[in-house]
């Protein structure tokens, strides 16, 4: 069973950067599209980034021009480069793989485990 670990969360003033990693474990032939979603306190999981296995990259656009998305497939991990952080950004960020193929077949719709980023004023 494939599973995503994520690091990298932590607490950073406005202004400042993080970059967070996710990592598929286990024996994985191939990924399909990578994810990034976050949800903040009351409010609905809302994608934020995205990247296909040909390496097209799509943003929300409260995120667009502060936050870059990047993958290693040999490493089997997406990347999430946050710049210029705002108060808003404050959430749990939750990495996604909608199609992952294993040593046992397909996983569908992987989550990793969550990890929190909060930004102060």
């Known amino acids: 069973q494939v599973q995503l670990v994520e690091s990298g969360g932590g607490l950073v003033q406005a202004g400042g950067s993080l970059r967070l990693s996710c990592v598929a474990t286990g024996i994985v032939f191939t990924i399909g599209d990578m994810n990034w979603y976050r949800q903040a306190p009351g409010m609905q999981r809302e994608l934020v980034a995205t990247v296909s296995s040909g390496g097209d990259k799509d943003y929300a656009d409260s995120v667009k021009g502060r936050f870059t998305i990047s993958r290693d497939n040999d490493k089997k991990t997406v990347y999430l480069q946050m710049n210029s952080l705002k108060p808003e950004d404050t959430a749990v960020y939750y990495c996604?793989?909608?199609?992952?193929?294993?040593?046992?077949?397909?996983?569908?719709?992987?989550w990793g485990q969550g990890t929190q980023v909060t930004v102060s004023s």
């Open positions: 996604n793989i909608p199609r992952i193929t294993t040593n046992r077949g397909p996983q569908y719709d992987v």
